[in-house]
């Protein structure tokens, strides 16, 4: 059974920075790809980054370009996300999440697993 625990979530100035990471567990990842998404309360689930493991492709929301950074590490098995110049429409509930297919996807609902999810709050 695969599992994704995030971590990485907290209370950060609007400027400031956060590193988020999740930890895969339970499957070999090399045909997956791994998500982030984020939902804010009262708003829809929203596609943050995602990347490819096999090769490391990636993909982001066009409001993330350039701000935010996907990343994995094969031996670590973790996905991280770094996020810079974090303003206060980026707090939100972050989820990492993983698709059973190589193929790219900014669709929440073609994700299979799901972790729990870290709070990331930014202060203006």
């Known amino acids: 059974q695969v599992q994704l625990v995030e971590s990485g979530g907290g209370l950060v100035q609007a400027g400031g920075s956060l590193r988020l990471s999740c930890a895969a567990s339970?499957?070999?990842?090399?045909?997956?790809?791994m998500g982030w998404f984020r939902q804010a309360p009262g708003k829809e689930r929203e596609f943050v980054a995602a990347?490819?493991?096999?090769?490391?492709?990636?993909w982001y929301a066009d409001s993330m370009k350039g701000r935010f950074t996907i990343s994995r590490d094969n031996a670590k098995i973790t996905v991280s996300l770094q996020m810079n110049t974090l303003n206060p429409e980026d707090t939100a509930v972050y989820y990492c999440?993983?698709?059973?297919?190589?193929?790219?996807?900014?669709?929440?609902?073609?994700?299979?697993?799901w972790g729990q999810g870290t709070q990331v709050t930014v202060s203006s």
């Open positions: 339970g499957r070999t990842f090399n045909n997956y790809v």
């Open positions: 999440a993983a698709r059973n297919r190589p193929w790219r996807s900014t669709i929440a609902s073609e994700y299979d697993y």
């Open positions: 990347i490819r493991w096999n090769d490391g492709s990636t």
